[in-house]
């Protein structure tokens, strides 16, 4: 796998340019959880929206059904309509993603899929803990309307807990696959035969030839005595 280049079939997802299927892509257990995850969080936040204020016959101010605490409504508001934009945008990635040829890109995606799984994972349960509490030191008598909107609400933030588990948990499984696949494509070949080093060039044996205008000294035939005076 390429950093930066072609990246087909990285992190669980199928080759580039494929041709897109709708039915196999709902069929996506990731998509199937962003759906469920989405309709939770729509169910939270319309039940707090449409439901969660109220007022008193004598005072016509409204405040949050849980033991009026305007917290604990504004905070169910806005994770539910952070997490349902937020499965949107993730099922419109998980529709591209297989058209992303960017290993970077699709590995940066999958990231951002992990942490905001993660993180709206602990909030999910940080809400269903908050929105309990409160409801617990509601007086029966201040809520006349709204009390199933309530319970409505803390019971799929409870849900919203695992949904968005899920999510984090495949998530996790995309990036451990992109990882395999990066150290499998880096790992070590097969070590190659070294070859040895070049001959130096043949040398030539050819006659030693003398260089011209040089005379070759003649060897005596026999022994000559001096000549005698």
């Known amino acids: 796998m390429e950093g930066g280049g072609g990246g087909g079939g990285a992190y669980g997802a199928a080759k580039a340019g494929g041709s897109f299927d709708l039915l196999r892509f709902l069929q996506q257990p990731q998509v199937v959880a962003r759906v469920v995850s989405a309709v939770f969080a729509l169910i939270v936040f319309a039940c707090l929206v449409g439901d969660g204020y109220t007022s008193l016959p004598e005072d016509s101010r409204l405040f949050c059904v849980f033991n009026g605490n305007g917290d604990a409504c504004r905070y169910g508001i806005t994770v539910g309509v952070l997490a349902f934009v937020a499965c949107v945008f993730f099922c419109m990635v998980d529709v591209y993603f297989p058209?992303?040829?960017?290993?970077?890109?699709?590995?940066y995606l999958v990231l951002a899929d992990l942490g905001f799984s993660g993180v709206w994972t602990f909030l999910w349960f940080v809400g269903f803990c908050f929105l309990t509490n409160?409801?617990?030191?509601?007086?029966?008598?201040?809520?006349?309307?709204?009390?199933d909107s309530a319970r409505a609400a803390i019971t799929f933030s409870f849900f919203s807990i695992f949904s968005w588990g899920l999510l984090l948990t495949f998530a996790y499984k995309r990036y451990k696959m992109g990882v395999e696949d990066f150290l499998q494509s880096y790992a070590d070949p097969t070590p190659e035969v070294p070859t040895p080093y070049s001959s130096y060039p043949n040398i030539s044996h050819e006659s030693y030839q003398q260089p011209p205008f040089t005379q070759t000294a003649e060897s005596p035939e026999g022994y000559q005595p001096p000549p005698v005076y």
Not at 99 to 107: A, E, G, M
């Open 99 to 107: 058209q992303i040829s960017n290993t970077k890109d699709r590995k």
């Open 134 to 147: 409160q409801w617990s030191w509601t007086r029966p008598g201040l809520v006349y309307i709204g009390a």
